[in-house]
């Protein structure tokens, strides 16, 4: 399986990618810039708490993280349900660097796929190096990964299907989802709108 993701299926990856979100590297930020109009926002505990503090809430998040990423492969469930997960490392040169070991524990068959400076200011570089692997749904190493994300040990991490149709980002406290398009947003924001933030702006 961790095949499908190295050498030649990274510049599958890459074309997908670019053909879905062009001129916007695989990072939040970039793409709530350029695709506003295709994002929402989920969080992942009642009332906006931030992090688990019981077992029965890291199964809360759990649960609310499947129930978005299923709705979002749709018919590719459950037999073809094979997502592409990238984590990162970040540095201030273009060369890829490890990634944080309990990060690079949860999928250590990962390849590295891109690096990208994501910095802001004219004369600082901020680079960030992603790594892909092939995961299912069922794989324990998806949860392993969301939990990674929900207790603040690691930032960056994408969720995608490998036509990248749509991005799941995880962070501490809920989910940023890019879908293909403003009907596909607004119908997903529909199905679950007791998960949205009380403000539009997404806090």
Not at 3 to 11: A, F, H, K, L, R
Not at 24 to 51: E, I, M
Not at 52 to 76: K, M, N, Q, V, Y
Not at 95 to 121: F, G, I, K, M
Request: glycine share 6%; charged share 20%.
């Amino acid at each position: 399986m961790s095949g499908e993701v190295q050498s030649v299926e990274v510049t599958r990856l890459d074309a997908a990618w670019n053909s879905s979100w062009p001129g916007s590297p695989p990072a939040a930020d970039p793409l709530r810039y350029q695709f506003a109009g295709q994002w929402v926002r989920f969080h992942t505990l009642p009332n906006a708490k931030r992090y688990a503090t019981s077992a029965a809430e890291h199964a809360e998040i759990l649960r609310r993280h499947h129930t978005l990423l299923e709705a979002l492969l749709g018919d590719a469930m459950p037999g073809a349900g094979t997502l592409v997960a990238v984590t990162c490392s970040w540095s201030s040169t273009s060369s890829p660097t490890p990634r944080d070991p309990a990060v690079a524990a949860t999928t250590p068959d990962a390849v590295h796929w891109r690096s990208d400076d994501l910095a802001t200011e004219p004369g600082f570089q901020s680079w960030q190096h992603h790594y892909a692997t092939p995961l299912t749904m069922a794989d324990p190493a998806l949860d392993r990964l969301l939990l990674c994300v929900a207790d603040d040990m690691t930032d960056g991490v994408i969720l995608t299907n490998t036509t990248c149709d749509w991005v799941f980002h995880p962070y501490d406290g809920g989910a940023d989802i890019f879908t293909n398009s403003t009907e596909d947003r607004d119908r997903l924001s529909a199905a679950y709108a007791d998960w949205l933030p009380p403000s539009p702006s997404g806090a």
